[in-house]
């Protein structure tokens, strides 16, 4: 703080303070222009996005943000890719399958959901009864190839004793499928939420759920060139921590969570229930579980011809970003 002069002072007391003043000004003023980091956060159907204004955990964020939304994890892995986004939000063996496409990326936390969040639909008057009724059948698969969707239909079928090359199966984004299976022009396929429940409530019926098939698991990915921008790294924390606590809030408060949801997708609020009831909502670090679990898809993935090449998940995994505050 500076003191006020004296009435004794003289004018080169005046100037000098002056002076300081004038800098200090300055500086203030420099402070204040100097723009905030700022983070493009990837969504997937609003989902991430609803979440953070539902429970306002982004509210006084100490950097600057924008969404940029993809109706799937493949297009969102693509704007990874070329930097268009800092982080992205996908299931598990999306992000192994944007490894194997080259994507810099790093996982970076993990987000935990329930396994009946997708599954196999087919119509509502369809002769296809059982997993094993598919021989012979096309199963249209959103969104590309190495989607949460494919790995769910392969474990299916390999679960009924069916082999993959007696069903023939088709890579369609999720949003063209949907039009396809109001329409009946679709006779089986797998997705994953939202598009799962909205099938569902148009009167779709179960084949076969996710539950003991797939992890449940979503992890949060940084972009190489993002992290290693200290600003960026550091933001990319706070974006982490506000995940957490974002989390936390809609698992205290579901009811709160599935109207803000039904407000930003305009959904009915009885689908936009169901919906984040089993969303992937808790956000933790990555633990050694989460490396090993997603490690098991990676092999299987390769095994099974969904990935080309066999990841070493720990080589794409950085634990050192984000350790959540106590």
Wanted: glycine share 8%.
């Amino acid at each position: 703080m500076t003191l006020p002069l004296s009435p004794k002072a003289t004018r080169r007391d005046w100037l000098k303070q002056g002076a300081a003043l004038s800098l200090a000004a300055a500086g203030s003023l420099r402070a204040f222009a100097q723009p905030r980091t700022s983070l493009v956060l990837g969504d997937q159907a609003g989902g991430l996005r609803s979440l953070f204004e539902a429970s306002r955990a982004l509210d006084g964020a100490p950097f600057a943000y924008r969404w940029a939304n993809f109706q799937g994890a493949a297009p969102l892995f693509e704007a990874q890719r070329s930097a268009a986004v800092d982080t992205a939000m996908a299931g598990d063996l999306p992000v192994l399958a944007a490894a194997v496409g080259k994507t810099p990326l790093k996982i970076v936390a993990t987000r935990v959901g329930k396994a009946d969040s997708l599954g196999i639909v087919v119509q509502p008057d369809s002769p296809l009864r059982s997993v094993a009724d598919l021989r012979g059948k096309t199963v249209i698969v959103s969104s590309a190839r190495g989607s949460i969707s494919q790995y769910q239909l392969y474990g299916a079928l390999e679960e009924a004793g069916v082999k993959r090359e007696e069903v023939t199966v088709k890579f369609v984004l999720p949003t063209d499928a949907a039009a396809a299976f109001a329409s009946k022009q679709i006779d089986a396929w797998a997705i994953f939420d939202p598009y799962y429940t909205i099938a569902l409530q148009q009167g779709g019926r179960i084949l076969r759920d996710g539950r003991g098939i797939n992890t449940a698991l979503g992890f949060i990915t940084a972009t190489e060139s993002s992290l290693a921008d200290p600003a960026k790294r550091a933001a990319i924390v706070q974006f982490l921590d506000r995940l957490a606590r974002a989390g936390d809030w809609a698992l205290a408060n579901p009811e709160a969570y599935a109207q803000a949801y039904s407000q930003l997708t305009r959904l009915p609020i009885e689908s936009s229930r169901i919906i984040t009831a089993r969303a992937s909502v808790a956000g933790r670090p990555v633990s050694e579980a989460d490396i090993a679990a997603l490690q098991t898809v990676a092999d299987r993935s390769a095994r099974d011809g969904i990935l080309s090449v066999r990841v070493d998940v720990r080589a794409i995994t950085d634990t050192g970003v984000w350790k959540r505050p106590a």
